[in-house]
């Protein structure tokens, strides 16, 4: 995909002076960088965008930027990616004095949200694992705080987790009354796995456990669950298309993208020129009202105004929001690779009883149904 030219007239011809190859991901996502960054920097820069899609597997972007001859000037990565890759010597440094300053004059380092700002990278917009419920399921008042996740007398109904400890026992901690800032900490320890999965033994009789996002989404749907934790992106959607569903944003677990140049870059003075269009106020608001992901800049947020089609207000559902962004937690992807494999492995045996439990639930309520049809044949 290359976006619509428009040169000026002191426009240089070439690929290092006119053209910006983006690494970046595809679907709803990359669509939204087109309308919202892609196009209004072609349109006022003359500089045009080429695009590379990827998956977002490292690997495969280490290759791009290292020996496949694929020229890329800018790259949208995941934060553990672009830790990864600094640490490589991969990227260049990004000096936060070069970044735009917020409207009322304050320096970008101030403007943007904690961890925005990296030594070689930018991040842009968050996503975000968060908790929808079915307000219909809970007449007596809808849960306001993650510890519902695990309160099955007060709100009453089945669960939907990831098939994964990821997420899960972070989830789990939350709910259980852990601060953020210590779950990892506490999780490191066998006392917090102990609680971890203590938690979890709440609930067993009345979860559901998803390997893809949106079947949770599904099962709250259809009234399945009554709670479902998802990817912010399938929440938007799900609660944008139904009244009845609503988002838990307390206890969320984030992430967020970035923007990086590698070293490799053909043209590292438009890439910068482009990392500060692409994260002013107003363009991360402009995708915002596009994709529900949450600007990772303070000022970006009065600026959100609606979905151009769906004309629903988008700031509630933006998971750094004020309002929603005040108990989050970092999800941490290198902690999981030094310290998950003892934890799947854990998790696969509750997965087990999980399993045993929803199998016991459907022998008995085979047998109610036979009894009351045995029971109906004997009525007079």
């Known amino acids: 995909m290359t976006v619509a030219l428009s040169l000026g007239a002191t426009a240089n011809l070439g690929h290092a002076q006119n053209t910006l190859n983006v690494a970046t991901w595809g679907g709803a996502y990359g ?7 892609f196009e209004p920097f072609a349109k006022e820069t003359g500089v045009s965008i080429d695009t590379v899609t990827y998956d977002g597997r490292l690997a495969k972007l280490k290759t791009m930027l290292n020996d496949d001859g694929t020229v890329v000037d800018v790259i949208d990565v995941s934060a553990d990616a672009l830790n990864t890759l600094c640490k490589q010597g991969l990227l260049e440094t990004i000096d936060a004095s070069a970044l735009g300053a ?3 004059g304050s320096a970008a380092k101030e403007d943007f949200l904690p961890g ?7 991040a842009s917009v968050a996503w975000s694992t968060a908790i929808a ?3 219909k399921a809970f007449p007596k008042g809808a849960p306001t705080a993650i510890s519902a996740l695990l309160d099955t007398a007060g709100f009453p109904g089945i669960r939907a987790l990831p098939n994964n400890a990821r997420y899960s026992l972070e989830l789990a901690l939350l709910a259980d009354g852990v601060p953020p800032e210590n779950v990892y900490r506490e999780l490191a320890t066998p006392e917090g796995a102990d609680r971890a999965f203590a938690a979890l033994d709440k609930i067993t009789g009345a979860v559901r456990l998803w390997n893809k996002a949106q079947q949770a989404i599904t099962w709250l749907v259809e009234d399945d669950v009554v709670m479902a934790a998802s990817y912010s992106g399938r929440l938007f959607r799900a609660a944008a298309g ?6 838990l944003w307390d206890g969320q677990i984030y992430d967020f993208d970035a923007w990086a140049i590698p070293k490799s870059s053909d043209n590292k003075k438009d890439a910068l020129r482009f990392i500060r269009f692409a994260t002013v106020p107003a363009r991360l608001a402009d995708q915002a009202e596009l994709t529900a992901y949450g600007p990772m800049r303070k000022s970006a947020f009065p600026l959100v105004g609606k979905h151009p089609v769906i004309n629903v207000e988008m700031l509630e559902f933006l998971s750094t929001a004020p309002q929603n962004f005040q108990k989050a937690l970092k999800f ?3 902690w999981w690779r030094g310290n998950g494999a003892a934890l799947q492995k854990r998790f696969a045996a509750w997965r087990a009883r999980v399993n045993a439990a929803r199998t016991d639930r459907e022998a008995a309520r085979k047998a109610k149904e036979a009894a009351e049809k045995e029971a109906d044949k004997a009525a007079p």
């Open 31 to 37: 669509q939204s960088q087109e309308a919202a960054i």
């Open 102 to 104: 917020g409207p009322d």
């Open 116 to 122: 925005a700002l990296s030594p070689c990278g930018v």
């Open 133 to 135: 419920f079915d307000r």
């Open 242 to 247: 139904d009244r009845n569903i609503d988002i």
């Open 332 to 334: 941490d992807a290198a």
